[in-house]
């Protein structure tokens, strides 16, 4: 199971006292479990953009941490800045990144909300945060939808004690020198602008064409969950189509892109490039580079590949470098889709399997067994693919080769999933069972463990079911050369069929258990 990750982006009202920055910035870095990513100032708006990762619980304290400072440090009796604002911690959007839903994140903007309120007696709103008419909807108290606050200003508002306008902690009352605080959960914003050599009015009016919103009432843009404006960067002596995705996956990137481009040509203006301001995730890079591949027919199997080809293509280098271990957000972070066993060295796997152990075993073997059968499947295709004297079976090996790349990469988490899986049985195996209490805890673990076993050895089955008819097809035409190793896998897949009959026979085993 891969690591929770969930990303913060408090917005602080103040963008101009480096020491106030510099002070929030180190709450943010000593917070246990936090990886701060990025620190954006705005002189002119007078606020700073935090963003930070960690698990659910870290990203809670490291925001809890920034409020304080920001409570000893801001007096919004004092702010100015064009940035339309609620309070010293404006608002502070909790964000799902890596094996977390957006039910988590809608608790750690609830709990954050209580934690705030009981420690510095302010008041704040969680809210679950969608996007809808290009407006973040918020609901207040589980009940009132209030579409107001997220553009109202920093003032006394009358209404703070009413109802439909009382924060769900904190005093139901106007504190100046704080104001108040939205806590939320949204999907990932992309800020991406592109380059037009054009005018600002003429980019305005390619962004009124796209941005979900449109001329106004009863003339929508063309694009869903954006919004967008024409301006002109000076430093680049361009103008830019500025865009938020609000969710790129209802309207991708490259749709964008795509669009601004096919509008900008009807209207005979050239587009040169584009930026992404912060970071980004990596499925937005790859679905681009899946979109380009597409397009013009390219075979490219490598993450790295990919993600090169969706820089080229949407142009990320024209005004600055991009970088994807800087800007790409799981880039970022350390990379634990491999768990400790698979990235054991071959002879360590093999000794920790012969240790005096019960894990690992079987069913990590079959994994990575299946995962090495898989690798010589997509070995001896691509030593056949791009040859001369084989590229009549190129278009044959463009649909052969992937199935098995992806299939290898598909298995090899199970080596550690299977391991992971008997664990967690054992476990719940071990639970006390002194109460009728404690014995419905520990019956309810173990078959949660069963079923978790069960699924385990049903996934390798199923990754390996894929291959059969992939490696009939490719031993009728590979490279010759690379026959030996085609019959080496056909001996694996031999081993792999006798696997497969004997998961079949462990998962018949534990059915009778769950039964």
């Known amino acids: 199971m891969r690591t929770k990750i969930v990303e913060c982006v408090p917005n602080f009202s103040e963008g101009q006292d480096q020491g106030v920055i510099d002070e929030i910035t180190r709450a943010i870095k000593s917070t246990p479990g936090v990886s701060l990513l990025g620190v954006d100032p705005g002189s002119s708006t007078n606020r700073t953009v935090y963003t930070f990762v960690g698990s659910p ?102 209404g703070i004690g009413q109802a439909e306008w009382r924060p769900d902690y904190g005093p139901a009352e106007f504190v100046p020198q704080w104001g108040a605080t939205m806590s939320g959960a949204r999907k990932f914003l992309i800020a991406y602008n592109i380059n037009v050599l054009a005018t600002k009015e003429q980019a305005h009016r390619i962004a009124l064409d796209i941005r979900e919103e449109g001329r106004g009432k009863g003339q929508p843009g063309l694009l869903k969950s954006i919004q967008a404006v024409g301006w002109w960067l000076e430093e680049s002596n361009i103008a830019q189509v500025s865009v938020n995705v609000l969710d790129h996956d209802i309207t991708p990137v490259h749709v964008v892109y795509e669009e601004v481009s096919r509008i900008a040509k009807s ?50 280098n024209s005004l600055a470098a991009f970088d994807p271990a800087e800007r790409i957000i799981e880039y970022m972070l350390p990379d634990d889709r491999l768990g400790p066993l698979a990235q054991k060295t071959l002879a360590q796997f093999i000794h920790v399997v012969g240790a005096r152990t019960p894990t690992p075993g079987g069913g990590s073997v079959a994994a990575a067994v299946a995962s090495l059968g898989a690798a010589l499947g997509a070995m001896v295709g691509k030593m056949t693919y791009g040859k001369r004297q084989w590229e009549r079976y190129d278009d044959q090996m463009r649909q052969l080769i992937p199935i098995m790349h992806h299939t290898m990469d598909e298995l090899l988490p199970m080596v550690d999933a299977d391991t992971g899986a008997f664990n967690d049985y054992m476990a719940a195996h071990k639970l006390p069972k002194n109460t009728p209490e404690e014995e419905e805890v520990r019956e309810a673990a173990m078959q949660a463990g069963l079923k978790k076993a069960i699924a385990v050895p049903l996934g390798v089955a199923r990754s390996v079911s894929k291959l059969w008819d992939t490696t009939k097809e490719l031993a009728s035409i590979i490279n010759i050369g690379a026959r030996a190793d085609l019959q080496v896998l056909k001996e694996i897949e031999e081993y792999r069929e006798e696997a497969i009959k004997g998961c079949a026979e462990v998962l018949s085993i534990l059915e009778k258990r769950l039964s």
């Open 57 to 158: 619980d870290a990203v809670i304290q490291g925001a809890l941490n920034a409020a304080r400072v920001a409570y000893k440090r801001i007096d919004m009796t004092k702010h100015k800045g064009e940035h339309a604002r609620l309070g010293a911690l404006d608002v502070c959007p909790f964000i799902p990144v890596q094996g977390v839903e957006m039910e988590e994140c809608v608790y750690c903007a609830r709990k954050f909300g209580e934690k705030l309120s009981a420690e510095l007696n302010v008041p704040a709103v969680p809210c679950c945060v969608c996007y809808k008419l290009r407006k973040a909807v918020f609901f207040v108290s589980d009940q009132v939808v209030c579409e107001q606050l997220p553009t109202a200003q920093h003032r006394p508002l009358g």
């Open 267 to 316: 209207l005979k203006l050239a587009v040169t490039g584009s930026q992404i301001v912060g970071v980004v995730p990596l499925q937005a890079i790859l679905a681009a580079a899946e979109f380009y591949m597409q397009k013009e027919n390219l075979f490219v199997l490598e993450e790295d590949q990919k993600v090169h080809l969706a820089i080229n293509r949407l142009g990320l």
